[in-house]
């Protein structure tokens, strides 16, 4: 209330100053007339003036406003016309201003603040007369026009008592006397007054002394003002002499309310203007009889905008001026405003911006030479300097150079020439990585055509070499490094040969047999230190088993509670085709027609093995398809279990924001990281895995170990996969609004809206909150502007606040505050 107290005080005085100077009248410098003002009442309150030059009386003109009317008198002389909100004229110096305490020039005074109702000196800078309307210092009353001898006001602005020998409203007589014998008593009553019969000199006399009837105590016909208040003549109140058009009652007799288009000022009177059927919304006037002023939410005649506060930044200005780029004033947000004059190359570009290399306008007053905005590169055209690609530059032009060191060092002997193309073998040019360059392809001279010097390894047999095979020179391959043959005992294992090993000594009891073979159990020597026996035969039941030590798990025999060769039972997890009972046997955790296989979803691993735990599973939805497996996170204990992760998002970063790519194309992103940790990914599980429920988790605040979900079931989708629902429009879910909020500890929404379920934009308009997997909400009873989000794959935000990908946002409203809060998300199906 002091702010919007501030704001019409500072809008009155603005208007009290507007009509000092725009209406106000023109002085004559040096003419010989003379000039006389008189003010007189009207009858709706506010002052009239007429002006007398050389003797002739001009007629008064008025120009109406909120406080009953303006008056401006015409002078001889430069001459200020006013019509409608057009001013034409002439004149010389800044206009006269009334209130700034300075006469001027058609002012009779002018006491600065001091100028108002009841002072010496009225808003208008003109004197308070006799017959204003206003009651000034030493008047006891001023009805205005209504001022007369008959009246409660007489002309000279003093109340009519009786004896003052006037007779006024209530007195049958007043012959000024103190006599009470003669024909008029001193309560100004004749003295027959009350004998029930109408004398000459009464105006009635009804035998009685009540004066709220149709005739007073005083013989006179009940009038307004005559102090008693008749209500069978339609009068609501009468205070006698203190009715005024400004007083609680007025000179009609009737109780002054706001939209009477009188000004209640006086006594209990708090109206600032008061314009009759004129008054309300978008008008001068409001409803409630206040000026109607910037920041007040309800725009008046002469403001552009009012959004009901004076901050900048959000539109509309301090001074209810729309804030937009070109209107010549530097708004917020905006680097500058030069009112878009058309030229992008000054210090002001058309969009309000400093101008800047990347912007995508060439500025050559900034030393620009091109500018192809988010095109610049150092690779293309134009440089991210803003400069013209050019051979020397130091950047490679991808189109046109294959290098470039820079002016100083490209050239003869240098990685790159002076055209900018990279020294290579062959060209006769000795680059520092050359050996030599002879610009020949002859291999026989002492340069090989790949620039080096004739050596053992450069892949050219040169005598004594017994081979020569280049890079593939290997002490393990057909040429060794030395350029010799291999041989078994030259103690490099050359796999070539059929060498298994080479120890170059000719013991068959070590690890290497003397044919270069490893010792191996069946190969019948006994492996000192190392095997028990070797009998050299496939026979298990004999006293050495086919592994040469006794019977086990590592054996290689099938034994035991083994379901296949020592995997299975008790004994490691089989590989894939090998025999199983259960899921527990197989390394892929699905066991199926006895035999490891690989499951098509976490659901199928589930029900082959009801006691599976979570854990990372490899999967593969199109069996023998074109897909190959792959590797998943399966959740197995919420709801029964049989979960497939399919996605994980980071609310700290933007990959998985509503308008990202990802969430309807087929790529996958970052699947090397499958399980259920922190590290964002999307799976191939999300292009390939059919489902009929969709399990949503989120995590706030984010940790640092585990990841910890609360988890929201969303079913009934049937689905052939993820991507389809992503590209299918806004598929709708009904858990409900406590359901999505349970997601975060503490989240908040606005009340109405709340569109649930996939791919969800209630109002398809830029920057508007928008979720691919949640629920929006609005604060008003529709959706056409929401402000609140909670959900993974979200974008956009109102009220100077932008939302998370993942988490919730709630501002402008929200039921627990505003929230703009970071989580982590992961989505399952099933």
């Not at 390894?457 to 017994?466: I, K, R, S, T, W």
């Not at 086990?552 to 894939?576: A, F, I, M, P, Q």
Request: aromatic share 4%.
């Amino acid at each position: 209330m002091i702010e919007l107290g501030l704001r019409r005080s500072v809008f009155s005085t603005s208007l009290f100053l507007a009509a000092c100077g725009d209406a106000g009248t023109a002085g004559t410098e040096g003419s010989s007339e003379t000039s006389s003002t008189t003010d007189v009442q009207t009858s709706s309150g506010a002052p009239t003036t007429s002006t007398t030059t050389s003797g002739v009386t001009e007629p008064p003109t008025t120009t109406q406003g909120m406080t009953g009317g303006m008056t401006v008198a015409p002078t001889s002389g430069d001459t200020t016309t006013t019509t409608g909100d057009t001013t034409e004229g002439t004149t010389t110096g800044p206009d006269p201003v009334c209130g700034d305490g300075q006469i001027d020039a058609g002012e009779a005074c002018d006491d600065g603040v001091d100028n108002g109702p009841g002072k010496p000196c009225n808003l208008q800078c003109q004197a308070n007369t006799c017959g204003d309307g206003d009651q000034g210092p030493g008047e006891e009353c001023d009805d205005g026009a209504d001022n007369m001898d008959t009246n409660s006001c007489k002309a000279n602005c003093t109340n009519n008592v009786c004896g003052d020998g006037a007779v006024g409203p209530g007195e049958g007589c007043d012959d000024g006397n103190d006599d009470d014998a003669d024909e008029c008593t001193n309560a100004c009553a004749l003295a027959s007054c009350g004998d029930g019969i109408v004398a000459p000199t009464e105006q009635c006399d009804d035998g009685d002394l009540d004066n709220t009837d149709e005739c007073t105590e005083a013989c006179t016909a009940a009038t307004c003002s005559d102090g008693y208040t008749q209500v069978d003549i339609g009068e609501e109140c009468d205070d006698g002499p203190d009715n005024a058009d400004n007083a609680a009652c007025t000179t009609a007799c009737q109780n002054a309310v706001c939209g009477d288009g009188v000004l209640y000022n006086t006594g209990d009177g708090g109206e600032e203007c008061d314009n009759g059927i004129d008054n309300g919304p978008g008008k001068a006037c409001t409803h409630e009889c206040l000026f109607n002023v910037c920041g007040d939410g309800d725009q008046g005649p002469e403001e552009a905008c009012d959004d009901g506060d004076l901050e900048g930044g959000d539109g509309c200005s301090a001074l209810c001026e729309p804030e937009e780029c070109g209107n010549g004033i530097v708004d917020p947000g905006e680097d500058c405003d030069d009112g878009q004059n058309g030229n992008d190359d000054d210090d002001c570009t058309d969009s309000c911006e400093l101008p800047a290399c990347g912007d995508g306008i060439p500025q050559p007053s900034h030393g620009e030479e091109c500018d192809l905005g988010g095109m610049n590169s150092d690779s293309g055209d134009c440089t991210v300097a803003c400069k013209e690609a050019a051979c020397g530059d130091g950047l490679v032009h991808a189109v046109d150079e294959q290098c470039d060191d820079g002016a100083g060092n490209n050239g003869p002997g240098k990685p790159c020439n002076a055209t900018c193309d990279l020294n290579v073998c062959g060209d006769g040019d000795k680059s520092p990585s050359e050996a030599c360059d002879d610009g020949n392809a002859d291999n026989g001279d002492t340069c090989t055509n790949v620039c080096k010097l004739a050596t053992c390894g450069d892949g050219f047999e040169q005598p004594p070499e017994e081979c020569d095979a280049g890079e593939a020179n290997s002490n393990t391959g057909a040429c060794t490094l030395a350029c010799k043959d291999p041989f078994c005992g030259d103690l490099f294992v050359q796999p070539g040969k059929g060498e298994q090993c080479d120890d170059g000594n000719l013991s068959n009891n070590d690890a290497c047999l003397n044919s270069c073979k490893a010792a191996g159990c069946g190969d019948g020597v006994v492996w000192q230190g190392v095997e028990v026996c070797d009998d050299g035969n496939q026979i298990n039941n004999d006293y050495c088993n086919n592994s040469c030590v006794a019977a086990s798990c590592g054996d290689g025999v099938k034994n035991g509670g083994e379901t296949d060769v020592d995997c299975g039972g008790s004994c490691g997890k089989c590989g894939l085709d090998l025999q199983c009972n259960a899921g527990s046997d197989c390394a892929s955790g699905f066991c199926s027609n006895g035999k490891c296989a690989i499951a098509g979803s976490c659901k199928a691993i589930k029900q082959a093995t009801p006691g599976a735990g979570n854990g990372v599973y490899p999967i593969d939805p199109d069996g023998a398809g074109a897909q190959p497996p792959f590797n998943v996170f399966c959740e197995m204990t919420i709801d029964g279990g049989g979960w497939t992760l399919v996605l994980k998002a980071d609310g700290r970063l933007a990959t998985f924001a509503y308008p990202a790519a990802l969430w309807t194309n087929g790529a996958t992103y970052q699947p090397q990281f499958p399980d259920l940790d922190h590290n964002e990914a999307k799976l191939q599980s999300f292009m390939s895995v059919p489902f009929a429920d969709v399990l949503v988790g989120m995590e706030y605040e984010i940790g640092n170990g585990p990841l910890v979900l609360k988890t929201i079931k969303l079913p009934g989708l049937n689905r052939p996969s993820m991507q389809n629902l992503m590209n299918a429009g806004f598929v709708p879910t009904g858990v409900g609004r406590g359901a999505w909020k349970s997601l975060i500890t503490g989240s908040s929404l606005q009340p109405f809206c709340n569109t649930e379920g996939f791919n969800s934009m209630p109002w398809p308009v830029a920057g508007w909150p928008q979720v691919r997997i949640g629920i929006v909400s609005n604060q008003e009873d529709n959706c056409t502007s929401p402000d609140s989000y909670i959900g993974i794959g979200g974008a956009g935000g109102m009220c100077q606040v932008i939302g998370h990908s993942v988490g919730d946002l709630a501002s402008c409203g929200g039921d627990n505050g505003e929230k703009n809060l970071q989580a982590f998300g992961a989505v399952f199906v099933r």
